[in-house]
Every structure is written in C-alpha cells, then in structure tokens.
C-alpha cells in the first residue's frame, strides 16, 4: 500500500553526441515515429524531440535558438566572466586595503 502509484524517479543519464545523432537519423529516416524510437531505446520521448530539435538548429532549418557550439562558447564566456567579476573584486578588496595602510 505504500507504493501505490507513486513512481521511483528515474536516475539522470547521460549520452555521447554519436549515441544522439544516431537516435536523431533514425527519427529523421521516418521509418518509426519519435514515440517508438524512445520506447526501443528507453528513453523518454521528450529528450528525444529536445535532440531533433538541437539538431535542426545545428543545421540551421531550425526555431532559430543556439546551435550547440554557440550554447558551448557561451558557457565559456560566462565562466570566464564570472571569474573576471572575481578578480575585479579581489583587486577592489586589494586597493581598499592599501589605501587604508598607507593613510
């Protein structure tokens, strides 16, 4: 009676680019439909629509979001921009300091 209805939540996975693209070809081939593809996988059918449209944007044809490499290169960015805002803190801290010191 404890269990009734209630579902163990998946544990998160991961998957490598190529295990994707494959899943991608086989959804774009049109031979099954994304719902069936997902199921012989056992994968949920929401990240299997997430990879095809990753994948028309990578290609361009698609809604217009980032394409993989510009979602890359602005996590990039943003990392190196949150510890530029560090430095700039640090030197901040750093003056404030001296200034202190020297009066």
Known sequence: ?????????????????EFKAE???LCQRGDRSVGQVAKDFDLTET???????Q???DAGT???GLTTSEKDE???LRRENR???EDVEILKRATAFFAKETR
């Open 55 to 57: 994948a028309e944007r």
């Open 23 to 25: 899943i991608v070809e």
């Open 62 to 64: 698609g809604d217009g």
């Open 47 to 53: 990240a299997v629509r997430q990879w095809l449209h």
């Open 74 to 76: 602005l996590a990039q």
């Open 83 to 85: 510890r530029l805002r």
């Open 1 to 17: 009676m404890e269990s009734m209805g209630k579902k163990k939540p998946r544990p998160r996975r991961s998957f490598t680019p």
